[in-house]
């Protein structure tokens, strides 16, 4: 599987969010991430539908966004008309995961399941045959900037064996403390794509940094 990197806006100047976006299209990414978080399920607030709406004629990247929320399941009409091509929910949030995978699904765009780290993969594998992509985050989710925990290793490869075995293609993305070591780990475990955050807006050349991200090792 090729590697595609999804670019987090999260830790971008997001007074100058449209500027930001188009950068990282230039730098080279595959897909923008879009971190949504209601302040609930994680202790920030970051953007809603409004804002990515008014993101979507500014570039042609693939939106994927990531529902960092509570209840998911009403938003997700929302986000669909704001743009998402893929919407990733949370298997800890309340939601039933199989109707709301379905319901994202049936609006002819994909649909992603997000766990934590506490969650063990063994959570996700009913779920992998109306899921397009299982998000795995190797950081706490809140904030950008925190450093990969190397102990979701083994979580990443016990899914993609488990897609293997099942007969699947789903991708796996890796989401937090994604930079040019971490970056080979995730992949050689499973992944298939990174979000990238930090590690792309602290490098001056963003180009630079994707290159980083997608050599082969
Ligand atoms: C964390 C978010 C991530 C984050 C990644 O809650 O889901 O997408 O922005 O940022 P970095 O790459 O800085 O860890
Ligand atoms: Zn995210």
């Known amino acids: 599987m090729d590697l595609k990197i999804s670019a987090s806006v999260l830790n971008s100047d997001m007074s100058q969010l449209g500027n930001e976006v188009r950068r990282v299209e230039l730098a080279g990414v595959h897909m923008l991430h879009l971190d949504v978080m209601d302040g609930v399920f994680v202790k920030s607030i970051t953007f809603g539908d409004y804002i990515q709406s008014s993101l979507r004629p ?5 939106f994927d966004t990531h529902l960092m929320v ?3 399941t009403r938003l997700i009409p929302l986000f669909v008309k704001a743009g998402s091509d893929i919407i990733t929910i949370h298997i800890e949030s309340e939601c039933l995961p199989l109707d709301t995978l379905r319901l994202i699904r049936s609006f002819g765009i994909k649909a992603g399941l997000c766990i934590k780290p506490n969650t063990p993969a063994q959570a996700v ?14 950081v706490e989710p809140g ?9 979701m290793l083994p979580k990443i490869r016990a899914i993609r064996q488990e897609i293997v075995r099942q007969g699947l293609n789903t991708d796996i993305e890796v989401d937090g403390g994604i930079n040019q070591k971490t ?33 082969d090792n």
């Open 58 to 62: 500014h570039t042609n990247l693939i």
């Open 70 to 72: 509570n209840e998911p």
């Open 125 to 138: 594998f009913p779920f992998l045959k109306e899921a397009d992509m299982i998000l795995i985050m190797t």
């Open 143 to 151: 904030m950008g900037g925190q450093e990969f925990m190397t102990d």
């Open 183 to 215: 970056a080979q780990l995730a992949q050689q475990a499973g992944a298939n794509i990174l979000v990238a955050g930090s590690y792309l807006f602290n490098e001056g050349d963003m180009g630079k940094a994707v290159r980083q991200l997608t050599v």
